[in-house]
């Protein structure tokens, strides 16, 4: 079913019954343009409505769905809305023309050509250079109520693509697409790159579309299963950074399948395509590239991990973030170092939680203590928050295996500076979440120590945090926590207080 679903993206590069060899060749700007062929694209086969998937569980949904641009009204929000740029030293507009009208068929896409958009750098950018292309591509989506722009280069390497959302994709994820990422192909690429761009507009796309996102789900994942030949050993591009960065694409595209399925296949497809791009790829990369290319690779193998219990794969996921310190200059590449050592951090906690290692959750809060140096609370606050929740779990768990005090005051520390920054009005499950952390912190020094001040501190979080999640529905959790103040009570009746 997932073929005949995208079998009219080959048939609309390729026409019916074309050979590879009979579709254009790359015309640069400099040189004289060969032709495109002009073959009509047809119309999509038609399928019945796709069964909903499970949701992703950490994808944001974005104003864009409700407040557009000017042209927001013309747009269909139960589709992907593309807009689509001419390709860079496409001299006679055919290749551009060409996708384009591609797209356009595609299920649950909208295309819009616009004349311009923002300039697309060369292929090495920067961090800086690449942070402004997506704020600069942010500004332009949201005045034409659009959810992604597709810029391409057209050059000797191939056709470079770059997809931008309206959303900043996530950081550190195996599901987040990079900085510094874009898609080099053949310009005359086969059926299998067609479903990987398919899935890369998809997987960029589902973000901003929280109320199709099973529709989608279910197109992304034919999708990314037609892509897997991409894996085999005898898969070969044009050159090795056309298959670091295809590998690339479809480590995101199979990671973003894990996120909405749960299934630990995903994160498998993801590992080896980020381990392959590493090796297969150019010796000489960007130390942006590669620095995300480790990243997600670390943060996947973390995941995978916890997935299928092996060790192993935090012990890897640890070298290849460990490694990132020495390719990148924590100067030049402060992001990268940051992230770096956030997921080191995030690894070590998972590993010292499943063996009940304390040396594990010392090395994971000497991790974040890196991270915060990059992400303080002055300069990147809601990343800080984030570490500074992953510190006070670190030594939480610490405090477990120890049956001394400085780890659970440390913990206590670290959930206060967390719940000072949350804003309760804003977003009330966040803020509980925070509250409860502090409360559980409490409530286990207050057992060591017999303290009555830390036990009405710990009944007061927990109090606040249940009326919030019996406000918002969640009643298991509510449930647990009316359960911890029970314990707080009893021990207050006993001599505690």
């Not at 050159?239 to 995101?252: E, G, H, I, K």
Request: net charge negative; aromatic share 6%.
């Amino acid at each position: 079913m997932a073929m005949a679903i995208f079998d009219w993206f080959v048939k609309a590069f390729f026409g019916r019954g074309a050979a590879k060899s009979s579709a254009p060749k790359l015309a640069l700007a400099e040189e004289t343009p060969a032709k495109a062929s002009t073959g009509t694209p047809i119309g999509v086969v038609t399928t019945q409505k796709p069964p909903n998937a499970p949701a992703a569980d950490n994808l944001r949904p974005s104003v864009a769905d409700d407040q557009g641009g000017q042209n927001a009204a013309a747009s269909d929000p139960s589709e992907v809305r593309i807009l689509l740029v001419p390709f860079r030293r496409d001299r006679e507009g055919k290749f551009t023309q060409r996708f384009s009208e591609t797209l356009k068929n595609g299920q649950m896409i909208s295309v819009r050509e616009v004349a311009e958009g923002p300039s697309m750098p060369g292929p090495r950018p920067t961090t800086q250079q690449a942070a402004a292309l997506f704020t600069d591509a942010a500004v332009m989506l949201d005045r034409e109520g659009a959810d992604l722009l597709i810029l391409g280069d057209l050059s000797k390497a191939g056709l470079r693509l770059v997809f931008l959302p309206s959303e900043l994709p996530s950081e550190g994820r195996p599901d987040g697409f990079g900085l510094g990422d874009a898609l080099l192909v053949s310009p005359n690429f086969d059926a299998t790159i067609a479903n990987l761009i398919y899935a890369t507009v998809l997987s960029a796309a589902l973000p901003m579309k929280p109320k199709i996102r099973s529709v989608l789900a279910s197109h992304l994942m034919g999708a990314v299963q037609q892509a897997l030949a991409l894996l085999n050993e005898d898969s070969v591009q044009e050159s090795q950074d056309q298959t670091a960065s295809v590998l690339t694409y479809l480590a995101v595209t199979a990671a973003t399948v894990w996120r909405l399925n749960g299934k630990p296949e995903g994160l498998a497809t993801a590992v080896n395509a980020y381990r392959r791009a590493l090796r297969d790829g150019p010796k000489e990369v960007t130390p942006l590239v590669v620095g995300e290319l480790k990243i997600r690779l670390g943060s996947a193998l973390k995941e995978l991990g916890v997935a299928t219990g092996d060790l192993n794969l935090f012990e890897e996921a640890a070298d290849a973030l460990e490694s990132i310190g020495a390719v990148l200059s924590r100067k030049t590449h402060l992001r990268e170092w940051g992230l770096a050592y956030q997921g080191l951090g995030d690894v070590l906690l998972v590993r010292g939680k499943q063996e009940m290692e304390s040396s594990d959750c010392a090395n994971a809060i000497v991790a974040f203590d890196a991270a915060l140096e990059v992400f303080t609370q002055q300069s990147h606050l809601a990343r800080w928050i984030d570490v500074m929740n992953q510190r006070g779990a670190a030594f939480m768990t610490w405090g477990a295996i120890e049956a001394g005090t400085k780890e659970l005051d440390g913990a206590i520390t670290a959930y206060r500076a967390v719940l000072a920054e949350r804003n309760q009005s804003a977003n009330p499950m966040l803020w509980a979440h925070a509250s409860n952390n502090l409360g559980s912190a409490a409530f286990a020094l207050a057992k060591r120590v017999r303290d009555p001040e830390l036990l009405r501190e710990a009944a007061g979080c927990f109090d606040a945090a249940v009326l919030i999640y019996e406000q918002h529905g969640h009643t298991s959790a509510a449930e647990i926590i009316r359960k911890n103040i029970q314990r707080v009570e009893r021990l207050q009746a006993a001599g505690g207080a």
